[in-house]
């Protein structure tokens, strides 16, 4: 069985939910965080983001809580994208779930979203983390992959859409 979300915005304070498995990212899921970032920007006039181990160990420590809720700020000043999901759910799966709400992005009446947070041309740099949990989904999916990335400066920010986000 395969079970997947994205998370939207919101703030709540995290309790431990059940954390099965924490790896610090290799170098090769580093370069494939910036690299599906990073083409998805290409297609919307946004530079590249650098990496930050910084971004990288506060996303850790969110994933580490395995509660599917944003940190509300809590980590510090940054933008923040959340995904779980079951079975071979990847980094790539992750990104290209907030990837696919472009399609609902209308410029002429902005809403925050996760693929704005992608794109967001003042942002440059990411963190990123994930956990295996228990507990995100009903036991019968088994363990999630739980991603949490963080963005600096971060998007979203209202009234600055116009010049931060190009469909």
């Not at 690299?35 to 850790?60: F, M, P």
């Not at 949990?133 to 998007?155: K, L, T």
């Amino acid at each position: 069985m395969f079970r997947l979300a994205a998370l939207a915005l919101c703030a709540v304070t995290p309790a431990l939910a059940g954390v099965v498995l924490v790896r610090d990212p290799s170098p090769s899921d580093i370069q494939t965080y910036l690299d599906v970032h990073n083409a998805e920007r290409a297609q919307h006039g946004a530079n590249a983001l650098v990496w930050n181990s910084t971004l990288s160990g506060a996303a850790q420590s969110w994933a580490n809580g395995c509660v599917f809720q944003h940190s509300g700020g809590s980590l510090g000043p940054y933008g923040e994208n959340l995904a779980a999901g079951t079975g071979s759910y990847s980094i790539t799966d992750s990104i290209n779930s907030w990837d696919s709400e472009e399609s609902q992005y209308d410029p002429s009446n902005p809403q925050y979203s996760h693929w704005t947070q992608v794109v967001w041309k003042g942002t440059t740099d990411l963190g990123c983390a994930v956990a295996t949990c228990n507990g995100i989904f009903d036991a019968s999916y088994g363990p999630a992959q739980y991603y949490v990335c963080e963005y600096y400066p971060a998007g979203n920010v209202i009234g600055e859409f116009a010049q931060n986000v190009q469909k």
